[in-house]
């Protein structure tokens, strides 16, 4: 018996006899010849239980000294269940840091091995938790303990890890909205972090993609899809850039051996060599513009811009045209000398013929080409005139000529 504690005992549910500590103990009333005797608890100590061994007997005809009462701290035991657990995983549960408990799907009711004694305390938690799970406990401890516990409540739900990660490159006044796993659209206004706001279970898996770009811009992302996750997912990276867009065209009837220089904005010189088709290296931005004009002209020739202006680009611009042709120059010049109401018909490089029946200027109707030579000539003389030619005859020519002298006198 615990110190400070007693016991009544009663003899034939009588003669109550208290008893303060271990020890003998002897009933006040005996009992007469060839009686009987049956020694029971009256009243148990407090926090314990005392039993009786040897306490009954009849046919008394000497002294019984063989009754023996004892007694032992109450116990109670601490149990509860556990719910939300995986199939196929398990739980280990603690009491007071100790008395290790495991606990599985197929079974999750669970009482402890060691119970606690009268006035004790009990502190349940979970030694370590299942696969991809957190357990928590509810009514898991409490001290003066006078009856068994059997409401401890543990509850386990599946680990979930949010996905996040960061916007840069987006233009101020634009959004773009980011997708995770074909769902879950967020939209982001600016520059910065990102959460979506459904996670992803534990061993789960992301793929983040771009729902909806931005205007003009567009947004790409990098470490945005895995596997197997076990953790937050802090790493995804959305980065956007504003849209741009070629100028490109091609060049028609360029002489071979000949270039041209292209320029786009007054910049971005572009030379081509041939018949073929050209793309400016840099491009233009959304909504931006372009005006194609030509920086150099090929030797001899003379290249025109089709389509080479615009503003608003939204889309590749492939249909600038060039075309180059070869440069020609007139032939003209002075006749002087010519008699009323005749006529002279002058010739140049034996061919295109024109005539002439006034003094005053005149031109050949057929252009000589650049690099090309002029040869005058008259074809047929006036009615009793002969005419002359001055600076009649030249090569190279890269200019217009227009210092020809017809001088027609009489014989």
């Known amino acids: 018996m615990t110190a400070g504690q007693q016991v009544t005992l009663l003899n034939n549910a009588g003669n109550a006899t208290t008893v303060t500590s271990n020890g003998s103990f002897a009933f006040s009333t005996p009992v007469t010849y060839n009686g009987s005797y ?18 009954s007997g009849s046919g008394v005809v000497a002294r019984i000294s063989n009754v023996s009462v004892t007694c032992s701290t109450n ?61 928590t406990v509810s009514n898991g401890s409490g001290s ?4 068994s516990i059997s409401n401890v409540s543990v509850t386990c739900s599946t680990n979930t890890y949010t996905i996040s990660g960061a916007v840069s490159g987006l233009t101020t006044g634009q959004q ?28 789960g898996s992301y793929a983040v993609t771009v729902g909806t770009q931005p205007t003009g811009q567009t947004c790409t992302v990098s470490n945005g899809s895995g596997a197997g996750v076990v953790a937050d997912i802090s790493n995804v990276g959305v980065t956007c850039s504003t849209n741009t867009y070629n100028i490109s065209g091609a060049v028609s ?32 931005t959304y909504n931006g513009s372009y005006a194609v004009t030509v920086g150099t002209q090929p030797s001899g020739q003379t290249c025109t811009v089709n389509s080479g202006v615009g503003s608003g680009v939204a889309t590749n611009i492939n249909n600038v045209n060039v075309t180059c042709s070869t440069n020609t120059y007139i032939i003209s010049g002075t006749l002087s000398g010519l008699g009323a109401n005749k006529q002279v018909t002058l010739q140049n490089n034996a061919s295109d013929p024109t005539i002439l029946n006034a003094n005053g200027n005149f031109r050949f109707g057929t252009p000589v080409a650049y690099n090309g030579s002029y040869a005058v000539t008259v074809g047929t003389q006036p009615s009793g005139q002969t005419c002359t030619l001055g600076n009649g005859s030249g090569t ?16």
């Open 38 to 55: 049956a020694v029971t608890v009256g009243t148990q100590p407090t926090g314990q239980t005392c039993t009786v061994s040897n306490g």
């Open 75 to 135: 116990t109670y035991t601490i149990s509860g269940v556990v719910s939300g657990l995986t199939a196929g995983q398990q739980v280990t549960l603690m009491n007071n840091a100790g008395n290790a408990n495991t606990v599985t799907s197929t079974n999750p009711s669970f009482t402890f091995s060691t119970p606690v004694t009268y006035n004790g305390s009990y502190a349940v938690t979970v030694g370590t938790q299942p696969t991809g799970q957190t357990c």
């Open 176 to 203: 773009v909205t980011l997708m995770n796993n074909a769902g879950n659209a967020t939209t982001v206004t600016g520059n910065g972090n990102f959460t979506f706001s459904t996670p992803v279970t534990y061993n």
């Open 144 to 147: 003066g303990v006078v009856a």
């Open 253 to 284: 009837g360029l002489t071979a051996g000949q270039q041209v220089t292209l320029r786009n904005n007054a910049g971005n010189a572009t030379t081509v060599t041939s018949n073929s088709s050209f793309t400016f290296s840099t491009p233009v």
């Open 396 to 411: 190279s020519v890269a200019a217009d000529v227009n210092n020809i002298t017809v001088t027609c006198i009489d014989p």
